[in-house]
């Protein structure tokens, strides 16, 4: 098993990058976000990598932190979802908004997420619940977003990505005392005050 890697950045592509170890270059899919921390050719760089092997194909995957390695290898474990939608969601949205929908149960959030329909989305949902509220993100964290749940949908129906919606729900005051719609306002004002 090849479980991180140390080199320089060979090249870069839309989807992975090259990275040459000891003279020998791994081509290793990431997502965006790790993408974009990479730097130039010339640079070195450490990735966290999971090596998927199947009958025809041994492709590397890798990440700039463990964690995205750890999400990205549960995420794999659901039957029906591969490692390029796997990478897709972590393109889409940082490891904590991916544990907080599942936790909370929101698979609105979720398919958000191109290629992540709503029978996927659900079936992330109810094979990962547990495991996401397990040790993904604390429980203050999962409080909060169980009682901001609608306002988290309300806003992603309203056209805002799932990051943005995550952004203007953390930026609410912690009253429990307000209404849903006293909360929608509020993350409307988020995005009005930017």
């Known amino acids: 098993m090849i479980a991180s890697l140390y080199g320089k950045l060979e ?18 899919y990431m997502p965006t976000s790790t993408l974009s921390t990479l730097g130039s ?11 998927h092997l199947r009958e025809d194909n041994a492709t590397l995957y890798g990440f700039a932190t463990a964690e995205e390695r750890g999400l990205f290898q549960t995420l794999i474990a659901v039957s029906g979802l591969g490692p390029k939608l796997a990478l897709a969601m972590l393109s889409a949205m940082r490891v904590d908004q991916i544990a907080m929908a599942i936790a909370t149960g929101s698979s609105e ?5 191109p290629g992540v329909g709503k029978k996927m989305a659900n079936r992330l949902v109810l ?5 996401m509220g397990a040790g993904w993100i604390t429980t203050p964290a999962t409080e909060l977003a169980q009682e901001n749940t609608e306002v988290l949908a309300a ?3 309203l056209g805002y ?10 930026s ?3 009253s429990q005392e307000l209404s849903l719609e006293e909360k929608i306002k509020l993350a409307l004002q988020y995005f009005g005050g930017k």
Do not use: N
């Open 161 to 170: 990505s799932a990051s943005e919606a995550t952004r203007a729900v953390a």
């Open 127 to 131: 094979e990962l619940k547990d495991k």
């Open 11 to 28: 090249s870069l592509g839309s989807d992975g990058a090259t990275i040459d170890v000891g003279g020998i270059g791994f081509q290793v």
């Open 109 to 113: 959030i979720l398919t958000t997420v």
């Open 41 to 51: 050719a010339g640079d070195e760089v450490k990735l966290y990598t999971h090596l």
């Open 155 to 157: 806003l992603t129906s």
């Open 172 to 174: 609410l005051p912690p």
